[in-house]
C-alpha cells in the first residue's frame, strides 16, 4: 500500500518538474530560515545566564561618530569607572577592565630560557573588585586575595595546563 502512493507521488513529482522544485526549494528556504531564527533566540535568551546577578549587570560601552561613520568600541575611555562610582547613583559596584590585544605570555624557568607563548587571546586587565561583581568556582586560591597583589593571574583549568604541561597541577 505505501508503495503504491510513493511510486503515484514519483510520478506526480516527475510530470510537473517545475512546481517540484518550487516546492523544495520553499520547504528547504522555510526550515533553514526556521532554524537560524530558533538559533538566534536560543542565543539571545541563554547568553551570560551563568551570573548570579546577571539581570543587576551592565556593561557600559562607547558609539560613536568619527568623521561621519558610526563607530562601536567595546570599551570606554579611562576615567569614566572612577566617575560612574562617584557620579552615579544606585551603582553599587565598578568594574574596570582592560582587554590585552595579542600580548605574548613569559614563563620564567629556574634554568632554561623563559618559555614563550605568542598571541594569548583574552587576557584581562581588571581590579580586584572583578570577582565580587562575576562569581566563579575556584579550583585554587580565593576570589579575595586574588588580585590584591601587583604581577598575580587568574587562570582558568584548561589555560593553566596549557601553560604549565609537564609541572604537577592541584585539582
Not at 74 to 90: E, F, H, I, Q, R
Not at 151 to 165: E, G, K, M, P
Request: aromatic share 14%; glycine share 6%.
Amino acid at each position: 500500500m505505501i508503495r503504491n502512493y510513493i511510486k503515484t507521488a514519483l510520478r506526480g513529482f516527475w510530470r510537473h518538474k517545475l512546481f517540484t522544485l518550487i516546492n523544495v526549494v520553499g520547504l528547504s528556504i522555510g526550515v533553514s530560515a526556521a532554524l537560524i531564527i530558533y538559533l538566534i533566540v536560543h542565543f539571545d535568551l541563554n547568553f551570560d545566564k551563568f551570573h548570579k546577578d546577571g539581570d543587576r549587570i551592565y556593561r557600559v560601552v562607547t558609539n560613536f561618530t568619527f568623521t561621519g561613520q558610526p563607530v562601536y568600541n567595546s570599551g570606554v575611555c579611562g576615567p569614566l569607572p572612577a566617575a560612574v562610582k562617584n557620579g552615579v547613583t544606585g551603582v553599587e559596584l565598578v568594574v574596570a577592565c582592560f582587554r590585552m590585544l595579542l600580548p605574548d605570555v613569559y614563563i620564567p624557568q629556574e634554568k632554561a630560557r623563559p618559555t614563550r607563548f605568542k598571541e594569548q587571546p583574552n587576557i584581562l586587565i581588571t581590579t580586584p573588585s572583578y570577582f565580587a561583581l562575576v562569581k566563579y568556582d575556584w579550583v585554587a586560591g580565593s576570589a579575595k586575595t586574588a588580585l590584591n597583589n601587583p604581577y598575580q593571574v587568574v587562570l582558568t583549568t584548561d589555560q593553566a595546563n596549557f601553560i604549565f604541561r609537564g609541572f604537577r597541577l592541584i585539582k
